[in-house]
Protein backbone atom coordinates (compact mmCIF):
# COMPACT_ATOMS: atom_id res chain seq x y z
CA UNK A 1 0.00 0.00 0.00
CA UNK A 2 1.23 3.47 -0.51
CA UNK A 3 1.70 5.98 2.32
CA UNK A 4 0.06 9.36 1.65
CA UNK A 5 0.97 12.44 3.74
CA UNK A 6 -0.89 15.89 3.08
CA UNK A 7 0.57 19.62 4.72
CA UNK A 8 -1.34 21.17 5.97
CA UNK A 9 -3.67 18.98 7.97
CA UNK A 10 -5.65 22.37 9.00
CA UNK A 11 -6.44 26.14 8.61
CA UNK A 12 -8.38 28.59 9.34
CA UNK A 13 -8.63 31.02 6.52
CA UNK A 14 -10.47 34.57 5.59
CA UNK A 15 -12.95 34.60 3.09
CA UNK A 16 -11.35 35.86 -1.04
CA UNK A 17 -8.20 34.15 -0.12
CA UNK A 18 -6.49 31.25 -1.83
CA UNK A 19 -4.68 28.11 0.26
CA UNK A 20 -2.80 24.98 -1.51
CA UNK A 21 -2.71 21.59 -0.54
CA UNK A 22 -0.15 19.57 -0.79
CA UNK A 23 0.40 15.62 -1.08
CA UNK A 24 3.10 13.28 -1.13
CA UNK A 25 2.94 9.56 -2.11
CA UNK A 26 5.98 7.13 -0.84
CA UNK A 27 5.94 5.66 -4.50
CA UNK A 28 5.24 6.56 -7.83
CA UNK A 29 1.85 6.02 -8.68
CA UNK A 30 -0.19 6.62 -12.18
CA UNK A 31 -3.26 8.77 -11.12
CA UNK A 32 -3.84 10.85 -7.98
CA UNK A 33 -7.20 11.45 -7.12
CA UNK A 34 -9.05 15.28 -4.71
CA UNK A 35 -11.82 14.31 -2.89
CA UNK A 36 -14.08 16.65 -0.76
CA UNK A 37 -15.92 15.53 2.37
CA UNK A 38 -18.05 18.46 4.22
CA UNK A 39 -19.23 17.28 7.46
CA UNK A 40 -20.92 14.20 7.96
CA UNK A 41 -21.20 13.58 3.85
CA UNK A 42 -19.59 11.22 1.37
CA UNK A 43 -16.90 12.04 -0.45
CA UNK A 44 -16.96 13.78 -4.04
CA UNK A 45 -14.33 13.78 -6.35
CA UNK A 46 -13.32 16.83 -7.37
CA UNK A 47 -10.75 15.74 -10.32
CA UNK A 48 -8.26 13.34 -11.52
CA UNK A 49 -4.22 14.18 -11.64
CA UNK A 50 -2.38 12.29 -14.19
CA UNK A 51 1.39 13.42 -14.42
CA UNK A 52 2.22 15.29 -17.24
CA UNK A 53 -1.07 16.18 -18.28
CA UNK A 54 -4.08 18.48 -17.60
CA UNK A 55 -6.08 17.17 -14.67
CA UNK A 56 -9.79 16.04 -15.48
CA UNK A 57 -12.40 18.05 -13.66
CA UNK A 58 -15.88 16.62 -12.32
CA UNK A 59 -18.60 17.97 -13.19
CA UNK A 60 -19.13 21.38 -10.78
CA UNK A 61 -15.67 21.63 -10.27
CA UNK A 62 -13.57 24.14 -12.69
CA UNK A 63 -9.73 24.81 -13.13
CA UNK A 64 -10.18 28.65 -12.02
CA UNK A 65 -11.81 27.52 -8.85
CA UNK A 66 -9.56 24.31 -8.25
CA UNK A 67 -6.21 24.31 -10.26
CA UNK A 68 -4.17 21.34 -9.74
CA UNK A 69 -0.63 20.81 -10.51
CA UNK A 70 0.95 17.27 -11.00
CA UNK A 71 4.92 17.93 -11.21
CA UNK A 72 6.13 14.27 -10.85
CA UNK A 73 4.71 10.95 -10.00
CA UNK A 74 5.01 11.09 -6.18
CA UNK A 75 3.34 15.01 -5.47
CA UNK A 76 0.47 17.12 -6.26
CA UNK A 77 -1.34 20.19 -5.15
CA UNK A 78 -4.68 21.45 -5.03
CA UNK A 79 -5.25 25.06 -4.48
CA UNK A 80 -8.55 26.52 -3.21
CA UNK A 81 -8.80 30.03 -5.21
CA UNK A 82 -10.71 32.96 -4.18
CA UNK A 83 -12.48 30.91 -0.92
CA UNK A 84 -15.66 31.50 0.71
CA UNK A 85 -17.57 29.60 3.82
CA UNK A 86 -19.15 26.98 1.29
CA UNK A 87 -15.43 26.12 1.01
CA UNK A 88 -14.75 24.68 4.55
CA UNK A 89 -14.22 20.87 4.33
CA UNK A 90 -12.02 18.07 4.67
CA UNK A 91 -9.73 17.78 1.41
CA UNK A 92 -8.43 14.34 0.39
CA UNK A 93 -5.97 13.67 -1.64
CA UNK A 94 -6.30 9.78 -2.77
CA UNK A 95 -3.65 7.21 -5.08
CA UNK A 96 -4.87 4.16 -7.01
CA UNK A 97 -2.40 1.49 -7.93
CA UNK A 98 -2.12 -0.46 -11.26
CA UNK A 99 -2.71 0.30 -14.94
CA UNK A 100 -4.07 3.95 -15.71
CA UNK A 101 -7.25 2.06 -17.07
CA UNK A 102 -8.74 1.09 -13.70
CA UNK A 103 -8.25 2.20 -9.98
CA UNK A 104 -7.96 -0.77 -7.96
CA UNK A 105 -8.35 0.05 -4.34
CA UNK A 106 -7.23 3.72 -3.11
CA UNK A 107 -5.29 4.88 -0.62
CA UNK A 108 -6.13 7.67 1.49
CA UNK A 109 -3.69 10.85 2.88
CA UNK A 110 -4.82 12.07 6.51
CA UNK A 111 -6.98 15.10 4.70
CA UNK A 112 -6.47 19.06 5.48
CA UNK A 113 -9.84 20.55 7.58
CA UNK A 114 -9.82 23.93 5.64
CA UNK A 115 -12.51 26.15 7.97
CA UNK A 116 -13.39 29.92 5.37
CA UNK A 117 -14.70 32.96 7.96
CA UNK B 1 -25.74 8.75 -14.56
CA UNK B 2 -24.23 6.14 -12.26
CA UNK B 3 -25.41 5.64 -8.64
CA UNK B 4 -24.86 4.07 -5.47
CA UNK B 5 -27.34 4.22 -2.99
CA UNK B 6 -26.77 3.01 0.88
CA UNK B 7 -28.67 2.19 3.70
CA UNK B 8 -28.85 3.03 6.26
CA UNK B 9 -27.90 6.53 6.99
CA UNK B 10 -27.24 5.75 11.01
CA UNK B 11 -27.37 2.52 12.39
CA UNK B 12 -27.72 2.81 16.88
CA UNK B 13 -26.36 -0.73 18.03
CA UNK B 14 -26.25 -1.96 21.56
CA UNK B 15 -22.55 -3.35 22.26
CA UNK B 16 -22.74 -7.06 21.43
CA UNK B 17 -25.48 -6.47 18.60
CA UNK B 18 -24.77 -7.15 14.84
CA UNK B 19 -25.01 -4.24 12.41
CA UNK B 20 -26.06 -4.46 8.65
CA UNK B 21 -25.36 -1.69 5.73
CA UNK B 22 -26.57 -2.19 2.17
CA UNK B 23 -25.16 -0.98 -1.26
CA UNK B 24 -27.15 -1.13 -4.61
CA UNK B 25 -26.16 0.27 -8.11
CA UNK B 26 -28.10 1.94 -10.66
CA UNK B 27 -25.63 -0.13 -13.20
CA UNK B 28 -23.56 -3.64 -13.15
CA UNK B 29 -20.39 -2.98 -11.70
CA UNK B 30 -16.74 -4.51 -12.03
CA UNK B 31 -15.87 -4.44 -8.66
CA UNK B 32 -16.95 -3.05 -5.20
CA UNK B 33 -15.34 -1.92 -2.40
CA UNK B 34 -15.88 -1.74 1.22
CA UNK B 35 -14.16 1.68 3.22
CA UNK B 36 -14.12 2.36 7.17
CA UNK B 37 -13.57 5.91 8.25
CA UNK B 38 -13.47 6.65 11.92
CA UNK B 39 -14.63 9.57 13.70
CA UNK B 40 -11.89 12.62 12.83
CA UNK B 41 -10.12 9.87 10.27
CA UNK B 42 -9.81 9.34 6.83
CA UNK B 43 -11.58 6.29 4.83
CA UNK B 44 -9.17 2.89 4.90
CA UNK B 45 -9.61 0.18 2.34
CA UNK B 46 -11.09 -2.70 3.99
CA UNK B 47 -11.84 -5.34 0.79
CA UNK B 48 -12.73 -5.71 -2.65
CA UNK B 49 -15.41 -8.06 -4.07
CA UNK B 50 -14.87 -8.84 -7.85
CA UNK B 51 -17.32 -11.83 -8.75
CA UNK B 52 -20.67 -12.29 -9.01
CA UNK B 53 -22.37 -13.87 -5.58
CA UNK B 54 -18.91 -13.18 -3.96
CA UNK B 55 -18.52 -13.52 0.09
CA UNK B 56 -15.90 -12.74 1.69
CA UNK B 57 -15.04 -13.08 5.56
CA UNK B 58 -12.45 -10.69 7.58
CA UNK B 59 -13.60 -11.89 11.47
CA UNK B 60 -16.63 -10.52 12.31
CA UNK B 61 -17.10 -8.46 9.14
CA UNK B 62 -18.75 -10.52 6.34
CA UNK B 63 -18.99 -8.99 2.90
CA UNK B 64 -21.35 -9.37 -0.12
CA UNK B 65 -21.59 -9.26 -3.05
CA UNK B 66 -25.23 -10.10 -5.37
CA UNK B 67 -25.79 -12.13 -8.02
CA UNK B 68 -26.26 -9.46 -10.78
CA UNK B 69 -23.01 -7.14 -9.53
CA UNK B 70 -25.83 -4.73 -8.43
CA UNK B 71 -25.62 -4.83 -4.65
CA UNK B 72 -23.69 -5.58 -2.01
CA UNK B 73 -23.27 -5.74 2.07
CA UNK B 74 -21.06 -5.57 4.95
CA UNK B 75 -22.34 -7.15 8.14
CA UNK B 76 -20.49 -6.98 11.15
CA UNK B 77 -21.45 -9.76 13.90
CA UNK B 78 -21.37 -8.90 17.85
CA UNK B 79 -20.10 -4.79 17.40
CA UNK B 80 -17.76 -3.86 19.70
CA UNK B 81 -16.59 -0.15 20.11
CA UNK B 82 -13.74 -0.04 17.62
CA UNK B 83 -16.05 -0.72 15.26
CA UNK B 84 -17.40 2.53 15.41
CA UNK B 85 -17.40 4.73 12.13
CA UNK B 86 -18.44 5.36 8.90
CA UNK B 87 -18.36 2.29 6.68
CA UNK B 88 -18.75 3.32 2.66
CA UNK B 89 -19.16 1.27 -0.10
CA UNK B 90 -17.38 2.55 -3.72
CA UNK B 91 -18.48 1.31 -6.87
CA UNK B 92 -16.77 0.48 -10.09
CA UNK B 93 -18.18 0.40 -13.48
CA UNK B 94 -17.21 -1.65 -16.50
CA UNK B 95 -16.32 1.28 -18.46
CA UNK B 96 -14.89 4.14 -15.90
CA UNK B 97 -12.06 3.98 -13.61
CA UNK B 98 -13.68 6.07 -11.14
CA UNK B 99 -15.10 4.80 -7.85
CA UNK B 100 -18.90 5.89 -7.47
CA UNK B 101 -19.51 6.32 -3.03
CA UNK B 102 -21.97 5.38 -1.44
CA UNK B 103 -23.43 7.87 1.09
CA UNK B 104 -22.15 6.11 4.21
CA UNK B 105 -23.33 4.04 7.32
CA UNK B 106 -22.52 5.72 10.82
CA UNK B 107 -22.50 2.84 12.73
CA UNK B 108 -23.04 4.64 16.77
CA UNK B 109 -22.59 1.98 19.90
CA UNK B 110 -24.90 3.06 22.27
CA UNK B 111 -23.68 3.76 25.87
Known amino acids: SAVISQKPSRDICQRGTSLTIQCQVD?????MFWYRQQPGQSLTLIATANQGSEATYESGFVIDKFPISRPNLTFSTLTVSNMSPEDSSIYLC??????????????FGPGTRLTVL | GQQVMQIPQYQHVQEGEDFTTYCNSS?????IQWYKQRPGGHPVFLIQ???SGEVKKQKRLTFQFGEAKKNSSLHITATQTTDVGTYFCAGQGDSNYQLIWGAGTKLIIKP
Open chain 2, 27 to 31: TTLSN
Open chain 1, 27 to 31: SQVTM
Open chain 2, 49 to 51: LVK
Open chain 1, 94 to 107: SVGPGHPRTTDTQY
